[in-house]
């Protein structure tokens, strides 16, 4: 059973930092991509970044690049999200999602395994 467990939630006002984490367990991920979507009130769920888990690949959604670091620890069997220049538009709900395949997927209806989700908030 794959377990995702979000953590990092908090309020930081514009321009400031937060890193999310999120743990995961019930399976070896080395051929898995982990993606991190949001969701904000009224809106659909988006992608937000993704990651392959045996080569670090990356990919970013436009309004992200260069905001925002996915990363992970083969480790820790974790992974992360550094956002900097927090802007008030990416307050929304974050969730962690895997999915088998070692490549990119942007679309969240392909991740089977979903996270609880964790609650980013920017004020201006």
């Known amino acids: 059973q794959v377990q995702l467990v979000e953590s990092g939630r908090g309020l930081v006002q514009a321009g400031g930092s937060l890193r999310l984490s999120c743990a995961a367990s019930?399976?070896?991920?080395?051929?898995?991509?982990m993606g991190w979507f949001r969701q904000a009130p009224g809106k659909e769920r988006e992608f937000v970044a993704v990651i392959t888990w045996s080569l670090g690949s990356t990919y970013y959604a436009d309004s992200v690049k260069g905001r925002f670091t996915i990363s992970r620890d083969n480790a820790k069997n974790t992974v992360y999200l550094q956002m900097n220049s927090l802007k008030p538009e990416d307050t929304a709900l974050y969730y962690c999602?895997?999915?088998?395949?070692?490549?990119?997927?942007?679309?969240?209806?392909?991740?089977?395994?979903w996270g609880q989700g964790t609650q980013v908030t920017v004020s201006s």
């Open positions: 999602a895997a999915r088998p395949g070692s490549y990119w997927v942007t679309a969240p209806e392909e991740y089977p395994y």
């Open positions: 019930g399976r070896t991920f080395t051929r898995y991509a």
